[in-house]
C-alpha cells in the first residue's frame, strides 16, 4: 500500500493508481461516484496497463465500466485525462466528459497537433537565457509525456458553479485557477467531500504553472501565482469533511493545509528576493541560488516557479523589470 486507505464514504469509490517512477506524484487517485450511473472524477494517464487496472478496481467496487455516464476532468494534464479517451472506446454507451473552458484546447486533437515546442516557448526560453542543451532536455521530456495520453475531443465544457446531480451525490465545479487557468474542484455537499484534483495535495505543494502560450487565456493579465492564492481563498472556509485530491493521501484539515501553502510560497518568494538582490541575472541562472539541488528534469519547473513569483515580486514593488532583453534581467528593490 502506498498510501493511507480512504476512509469509507458512500457511493464514492477511491481508486489510486500507482505512478512508479513518479515519486513525487505517489498516486493518480480516480474516484467513481453514484449510485446508479457512476460520474468518475479524472481517469490517470494512459500507462501500459492502466485501463485494465482501473477496471479491475472499479470491478472490486461493483461497478462495471459500462455504469460510467460521465467523467469530469479536474484539469487539462495528462495525468488525470490521460485515460479518458481509452475508457469512452472500452464502454458500451456515449460517455459525456467535461472539462473547464479555459483546459479545453490541453485535452484535444487540435491542441496536440499543436506545434509542441511553439514559437512563443523559443522567444520565452530566449527571455530566460535557458542553453540550448537544456531546451533540448525539455523538448524530449513534454514529447515522452505526450505518449502517456490520448488527446479528448467532443467534450462539454463547464464553467464555475456546474452541477451534477444523480443518485447519492450532488456536486458542483468551483473554479480554481491556478495550478492551470481550468483547475477545478468538485465539492461534494451530501457528504462534504471536496475533490481537489490538484489545487490541494497533502505531500506536495501543488505548482501555479506559468502559461506560456498567453493567446489561449481567457484574461491577458492571468498570474498563476495569483491565482492560485485567490483559489485557495475560495475554498477556504467550505464545511469539508475530507479533501480527496488528484494524488496521494486525503485529507481531513483543510484550512490548515491552506495555510501551511500560504507561509511556503512567501517564503520561496523571499528566497527569490534574495536570489536576486545577490546578482541581477537572467531568470535561468537564479536556480543556481533558488534551487541548487533540482534535478535535472526538473529545471523547466524550477523556471516556472521562480517566474510565478517573481511575478508576485513585481507586484509588490520589491522587484523590476531592469532590463526586458533577451534575455530578460530582473532586480530587487
Ligand atoms: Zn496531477
Given amino acids: 500500500m502506498l498510501i493511507k486507505p480512504f476512509p469509507k464514504v458512500e457511493d464514492v469509490h477511491a481508486i489510486a493508481i500507482p505512478l512508479f517512477g513518479y515519486s513525487d506524484l505517489i498516486t493518480a487517485n480516480v474516484y467513481a ?11 490517470g494517464p494512459k500507462f501500459p496497463g492502466a485501463l485494465a487496472f482501473v477496471q479491475k478496481q472499479l470491478k472490486l467496487a461493483g461497478i462495471d465500466i459500462n ?8 484539469h487539462g494534464h495528462l495525468d488525470h485525462f490521460g485515460l479518458a479517451a481509452s475508457i469512452r472506446k472500452a464502454a458500451g454507451g456515449p460517455i459525456e466528459c467535461f472539462i473547464h473552458a479555459e483546459d479545453k484546447w490541453r485535452v484535444s486533437s487540435e491542441g496536440f497537433q499543436e506545434e509542441m515546442w511553439s514559437e512563443e516557448a523559443q522567444i520565452f526560453m530566449a527571455m530566460v537565457d535557458m542553453p540550448q542543451r537544456e531546451i533540448e532536455k525539455v523538448k524530449k521530456r513534454f514529447s515522452f509525456f505526450k505518449k502517456l495520453c490520448d488527446p479528448l475531443d467532443n467534450v462539454s465544457i463547464m464553467e464555475d458553479g456546474a452541477e451534477f446531480v444523480g ?23 451530501r457528504q462534504q467531500i471536496l475533490f481537489s484534483g490538484d489545487h490541494i495535495i497533502k ?38 469533511r475530507f479533501v480527496f485530491p488528484g494524488h496521494g493521501e486525503y485529507i481531513e484539515d483543510l484550512d490548515n493545509i ?10 520561496r518568494m523571499d528566497l527569490v528576493w534574495g536570489a536576486l538582490k545577490k546578482k541581477s541575472r537572467p531568470l535561468y541562472y537564479l536556480i543556481d541560488d533558488v534551487f541548487p539541488y533540482v534535478p ?38
Fill in 258 to 267: 491552506i495555510s501551511t501553502y500560504k507561509v511556503h510560497h512567501r517564503q
Fill in 296 to 333: 535535472e528534469d526538473d529545471v523547466f519547473l524550477a523556471i516556472s516557479e521562480i517566474l510565478v513569483h517573481l511575478e508576485i515580486l513585481i507586484n509588490e514593488g520589491s522587484a523590476e523589470l531592469a532590463d526586458p532583453g533577451p534575455p530578460a534581467l530582473y532586480r530587487a528593490l
Fill in 33 to 43: 461516484v453514484g449510485k446508479g450511473p457512476v460520474t468518475l472524477i479524472d481517469t
Fill in 67 to 74: 455504469d460510467i455516464e460521465r467523467i469530469i476532468i479536474t
Fill in 203 to 240: 505531500h506536495i505543494t501543488p505548482n501555479p504553472l506559468m502559461e506560456i502560450k498567453r493567446d489561449r487565456l481567457r484574461d491577458p493579465n492571468y498570474q498563476s501565482l495569483k491565482a492560485y492564492m485567490n483559489s485557495l481563498d475560495k475554498i477556504s472556509g467550505l464545511d469539508v
Fill in 167 to 189: 443518485e447519492g451525490y450532488h456536486l458542483r465545479a468551483i473554479h480554481t485557477p491556478g495550478h492551470s487557468p481550468g483547475s477545478i474542484c468538485l465539492y461534494e455537499s
